[in-house]
């Protein structure tokens, strides 16, 4: 994977989303992050991720294109022990030089969380008071962010852009068009360490409560809020202003 990206200039202004998209269309993982640095700039420019199961796949892709860039790290208070040891190991193999663990305000949780029962009673205003709310704070200083939604997971992701309008930001998909497959071998290829939890039946990986293993045959993110319409936490499907 190289990580020359389609030249824009940075004299010019800045692109739109579908302008980019266009151009991004069909450009590697590597090629669409380097294009972002171009777009906004390192100090612009943040990585959104879950250190969950499929992760490091796009940490590593981030890594080789330049380690540096800020990578936000949802910390929401109900998550694995695993996650938080995967996290710091993928910190010290890939060498990721500016990982920011953000919290949930200690206000807003007990206000509005006291007995630690939202993710039961009422799981959307607990992702918005852990996750949406705690992410935009973050995202205050970037105009881009980065993710690793991908086509195959289906759902509200089955036809994601590349790269698209968040609102106040650009966001951009750099897995939109990867498979399964690619995935795998990036794994593979980079000797990448796996999420502890994959080992025992976890395929996709969140907070304890709205976590649980899935079967054989079964979609990858079945497991995620398990007998409930919810499949998505809210910081895709809402712009993050
Ligand atoms: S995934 Fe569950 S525990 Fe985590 S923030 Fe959302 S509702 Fe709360």
Known sequence: MNAIGPQISSAAPQPSAAELDRS?????PAEVIAAALEAVGRDKLALVSSFGTESATLLKVMADVDP?????????????????????????????????????????LSREDPDRELWFSDPDVCCRIRKVEPLARALKPFSAWLNGRKRFQGNARSDIPVVEDDGARLKFNPFANVSRE?????????????????????RSVGCMPCTSRTAEGEDERAGRWRGRAKTECGIHTMKIS
């Open 182 to 202: 690619e995935l795998e071998a990036i794994f593979v290829r980079a000797k990448l360490p796996r999420h502890p939890l994959v080992a025992s039946g976890f």
């Open 68 to 108: 540096a860039i800020p990578v936000i790290f949802l910390d929401t208070g109900w998550l694995f022990e695993e996650t938080l040891a995967y996290r710091d190991t993928l910190i010290a193999t890939l060498g990721l030089k500016d990982v920011r663990s953000i919290k949930p305000a200690e206000e807003t």
């Open 24 to 28: 991004l269309r069909d450009a590697s």
